[in-house]
């Protein structure tokens, strides 16, 4: 273990990470593996070959190999989770892997050869709470979302307030004081399979956000657009979403123009699953943040996707990111106004 790394993990986590089955680990978090006999091979990277039992692997695009489940995870971050340094991709590695998940060998779930199309299993979900009283007044108000997107956005269960987190300890879902938004994914067949967790207590410092666990990052937080839409903007988070289709409605636009996918970060892995369901969709607008990830990220999806035959744009926020900018228009309004 890197001296200089101690103070961010103890030897037991170093020890826990280097022992986790890296297959079954890339399997619990969404990243998509199929299994040919002995070996697993990406889905999002097809020169990626993983050994079953996770005691090798190959990265021949790449030109890397090991053994290290550390080392892989860190070049899986560093290349598609929008990392910029190797330091802060390890630190990472190490913590994500010695959290449990991929422990117990390969994924049983998984069959060889599995049949195209075999449904993932569907996400439990924190209990609801009764109302979604403080959501409302969290995304409206103090994210100044359109209020008419966000309840049409509750009425099909994409956002709705949950007081429970889970309990890693008991393995159940448990109440607390705090009230949360959950902001959640679905399949084709409308069964959960991706969610995010967000604290509602306006102006935290450390706003507590969490994913919740068993997610599948595959399947994006989608707003719809028209069926016969042909184009997809893509957003780091699923506010930010809500925000470009709030400014546009603002300016008296129609949002539903284009689909929109929270990417739940910057890796692409939704983004994928999105255009394999939606053929008709040829045109992706990047409007990852305005920042040095956000534009090094958006060159990135130009080029993996210009070269798979998308026609590629970037829509950067004026601010960090698109809530920003429609917070700051807000108040552009609202002073316009009081003149």
């Known amino acids: 273990m890197c001296a200089a790394r101690a103070e961010f993990y103890t030897a037991e986590e170093y020890a826990a990470a280097k022992e986790v089955n890296i297959a079954a680990f890339l399997m619990s978090i969404g990243y998509g ?30 030109d890397l190999h090991g053994r290290s489940p550390v080392e892989l995870y860190k070049q899986i971050l560093l290349h598609d989770y929008g990392y910029r340094d190797e330091i802060t991709a390890a ?13 117990c060998g390969a994924p049983a779930h998984i ?22 009283s403080r959501v409302m007044a969290y995304l409206c108000v103090s994210r100044g979302l359109d209020p008419d997107i966000v309840r049409g956005l509750i009425k099909y269960g994409k956002i709705y307030e949950t007081v429970q987190r889970w309990d890693r300890e008991t393995g159940r879902y448990a109440g607390g004081p705090h009230h949360n938004a959950v902001f959640v994914a679905y399949d084709r067949e409308g069964r959960p399979q991706n969610a995010f967790l967000r604290g509602t207590i306006p102006g935290a410092e450390k706003p507590f956000k969490k994913d919740v666990d068993g997610s599948n990052k595959s399947y994006p937080f989608t707003l719809h ?66 920042d040095a990830t956000g534009e090094r990220r958006s060159v990135k999806l130009a080029e993996e996707y210009a070269a798979k035959g998308y026609a590629v744009g970037r829509e950067a926020p004026r601010s960090k990111d698109f809530n920003e900018d429609l917070l700051n228009y807000r108040q552009e309004q609202e002073d316009d106004w009081e003149l």
Request: charged letters at 25%; one cysteine or more; hydrophobic letters at 35%.
């Open 33 to 62: 593996l199929t299994r040919f006999g002995n070996w697993y091979k990406g889905k999002t990277h097809d020169s990626l070959s993983i050994k079953a039992d996770g005691s090798l692997w190959y990265w021949n695009s790449r």
């Open 111 to 132: 069959k060889e050869e599995p049949p195209r199309g075999a449904p993932d299993e569907p996400l439990p979900l924190p209990a609801p709470y009764k109302n979604n």
């Open 225 to 290: 657009g028209r069926e016969n839409s042909g184009r997809v903007f893509c957003f780091e988070s699923a506010i930010d979403a809500v925000s470009h289709a709030s400014l546009l409605k603002m300016n008296g636009a129609d949002w539903r123009v284009g689909w929109r996918v929270s990417l739940g970060g910057t890796s692409f892995l939704g983004l994928d699953r999105f255009l394999s369901e939606h053929p008709n969709v040829r045109e992706i607008v990047s409007c990852l943040d305005n």
């Open 91 to 103: 630190i990472a590695a190490v913590k994500e892997l010695a959290s449990g998940r991929g422990a």
